[in-house]
Each structure stands twice: as C-alpha cells, then as structure tokens.
T-cell receptor
Framework: DVKVTQSSRYLVKRTGEKVFLECVQD?????MFWYRQDPGLGLRLIYF???????EKGDIPEGYSVSREKKERFSLILESASTNQTSMYLC???????????FGPGTRLLVL | EDQVTQSPEALRLQEGESSSLNCSYT??????LFWYRQDPGKGPEFLFT???AGEEKEKERLKATLTKKESFLHITAPKPEDSATYLC?????????FGTGTRLKVLA
C-alpha cells in the first residue's frame, strides 16, 4: 500500500517564524511535490523535485524554499511565515510523469 | 496554455439519483488524466488514471471515461458516503494541472 506521510496535521505559528513541513514517502518515488490548497483557487504547485538534491520552482514559489537530501524526504520551508501563507499544504510523490501522483494527508497551517 | 475546467462547481443529488461530473482539458501531449476524491481536511485519494481516448475505468458506483477533449465521472445510484470533492488533473510535459473540483453532496 502506497504511503506518503506529513509530519503534522495541524500547525499554528506566529508571523515571522521559520516553519518546516516534512514529507516522507516509502514508495521509492523519484518525483516529489509540494502544493498549497485554498478555497476557490484549487491546488497550486509550490516546488517540485525530480531527484535527490534537485528542485524546481512551481507556480507560486515566493516565500518558500525546499530541501531534498534523501530520496524519501522532501521538506518545505517557510523562511519567515506570513498570514497569507495560512493554508492547507499537501505533499505528493510519483515515480514518473505519466504515473499516478499519491498525496499525503495534508498539513493545515495557521499563521497568526 | 494547459488548462483544466471542471463542472459543475457543486452538485446536490438525492440518494440513488445518478449523474455525471465533467472535466474539460486543453493540454499539449496528454500523458494521463487522473481523478481523485477529496474529503474535507484530508489529502486527495486516487481513483482512476486514463491514458487514451475511448478508455474507461470502473470502481464500485464510479465510472470514468475519456475523450480527446474531456473526461466524465459517472456516479450510478450514489450514496451519502459518496459526498466529497472530486478533482480532475492532467499531465502533459511534466506538471500535473488540476481543476478546482466538483463538490458533491448526496442526500439521504
């Protein structure tokens, strides 16, 4: 059974804090993704990684960075959290572009 | 520009009332079309992958079909537990392009 896990289901942080969201997959997937999901806007791609230590900007990378030191782990970093980064964050993994992308359970982040 | 449009935005059905959800897409070089179900506060759950026009997939009360311009998710005799948001996505060159989803509510 495929498995993508995220370190927290809910997080509450203060404006200006540095925030780490962790994602781990056990499917040996090459590609990993970070999205945010907001009502009316759907899923928007923040960053993706197609291999260890490789990263590419998605559609909305501003205010975020990522790290992929090991194949199974992909971290999203909010360098200085702001209230407009309050959202649902979803991690996903897939083996190749034409294959299914599997999602984690999501992290609901509230920035006060 | 690659694009996915889902309709309707929201749908209310009575239990047992069959219907279809639509996913229209524009993408250069379709490599796959994917359907997901998402419950409130949870990550999307994979349902189906379709790769070529004419292909169909079924799972319980759900059936997905694909043409060159759109996909349909048919729901036969739905139950209240089918209530969820249904997301469609396509992949062309590399990235998934998601629609904004159809919120389905099935009333008992």
């Amino acid at each position: 059974d495929v498995k993508v896990t995220q370190s927290s289901r809910y997080l509450v942080k203060r404006t200006g804090e540095k925030v780490f969201l962790e994602c781990v997959q056990d499917m040996d997937h090459e590609n990993m993704f970070w999205y945010r999901q907001d009502p009316g806007l759907g899923l928007r791609l923040i960053y993706f990684s197609y291999d260890v230590k490789m990263k590419e900007k998605g559609d909305i990378p501003e205010g975020y960075s990522v790290s992929r030191e090991k194949k199974e782990r992909f971290s999203l970093i909010l360098e200085s959290a702001s209230t407009n980064q309050t959202s649902m964050y979803l991690c996903a993994g897939r083996q190749s572009p034409s294959e299914t992308q599997y999602f984690g359970p999501g992290t609901r982040l509230l920035v006060l | 520009e690659d694009q996915v449009t889902q309709s309707p935005e929201a749908l209310r059905l009575q239990e047992g009332e069959s219907s279809s959800l639509n996913c229209s897409y524009t993408v250069s070089g379709l490599r796959g079309l994917f359907w997901y179900r998402q419950d409130p506060g949870k990550g999307p759950e994979f349902l189906f992958t379709l790769y070529s026009a004419g292909e169909e997939k079924e799972k319980e009360r759900l059936k997905a079909t694909l043409t060159k311009k759109e996909s349909f998710l048919h729901i036969t005799a739905p139950k209240p537990e089918d209530s969820a948001t249904y997301l469609c996505a396509v992949v062309g060159t590399y990235k998934y392009i998601f629609g904004t989803g159809t919120r389905l509510k099935v009333l008992a």
